[in-house]
């Protein structure tokens, strides 16, 4: 079964710290998505990448950096962690080819800046 | 820039009815594509259904089905005989074709709960 794995389900971490989120797919998925989840707001996209090396802002990306140094793996990076960054974050990949198909998504890392 | 928009945050129906989620979209483009996808407890994102907007027959899958309206921008999902398993957050999503514009614009979910 193929699959998006996010290192950490939970994640406690205080204002300020450096936090990495890692997300790993085993499907040989050129894209990788990043992805914040705020009730009310929906899913905002925050980095994607079409390639390893390669990335690309999305909608919401300051406060956030992005790593892609293997193809299958694709890691968020708060750099000077704040309150407000306190959501779910969900990982994402895809084909890069045009297809039909939506994501296949991790199982979400639910962050707590305090 | 294309926007979704879920104008119901929650609904609830009785087991064994019928529901319809709404979802409008925005966009210039002809072609593209339209999922819904639901997230249970558990958070992990399942695909629901989906559409190619050049098709103009509307998809479903077994219980599930969409009204698909492409003029008016309208992409409803219709639960039939719902049961408790389909209690979740379910959202629109729209992909566009354009080379390189892979990501999903999601919008902002509906709470779907299910009444025994």
């Known amino acids: 079964d193929v699959k998006v794995t996010q290192s950490s389900r939970y994640l406690v971490k205080r204002t300020g710290e450096k936090v990495f989120l890692e997300c790993v797919q085993d499907?040989?998925?050129?894209?990788m998505f990043w992805y914040r989840q705020d009730p009310g707001l929906g899913l905002r996209l925050i980095y994607f990448s079409y390639d390893v090396k390669m990335k690309e802002k999305g909608d919401i990306p300051e406060g956030y950096s992005v790593s892609r140094e293997k193809k299958e793996r694709f890691s968020l990076i708060l750099e000077s962690a704040s309150t407000n960054q306190t959501s779910m974050y969900l990982c994402a990949s895809s084909l890069r080819v045009m297809t039909n198909y939506g994501y296949t998504f991790g199982s979400g890392t639910r962050l707590t800046v305090v | 820039a294309q926007t979704v928009t879920q104008s119901q945050p929650e609904m609830s129906v009785q087991e064994a009815e019928t529901v319809t989620l709404s979802c409008t979209y925005d966009?210039?483009?002809?072609?593209?594509?339209l999922f819904w996808y639901k997230q249970p407890p558990s958070r992990q994102m399942i695909l629901v259904i989906r559409?190619?907007?050049?098709?103009?027959q509307n998809a479903t899958e077994n219980r599930f089905s969409v009204n698909f309206q492409k003029a008016a921008k309208s992409f409803s999902l219709k639960i039939s005989d719902s049961q408790l398993g389909d209690a979740a957050m379910y959202f629109c999503?729209?992909?566009?074709?354009?080379?390189?514009?892979?990501?999903?614009?999601f919008g902002q979910g509906t709470r779907l709960t299910i009444n025994p």
């Open positions: 499907m040989d998925h050129e894209n």
């Open positions: 966009t210039s483009e002809s072609d593209y594509y």
């Open positions: 559409q190619e907007a050049y098709k103009q």
């Open positions: 999503a729209y992909r566009s074709l354009i080379q390189g514009a892979q990501k999903l614009v």
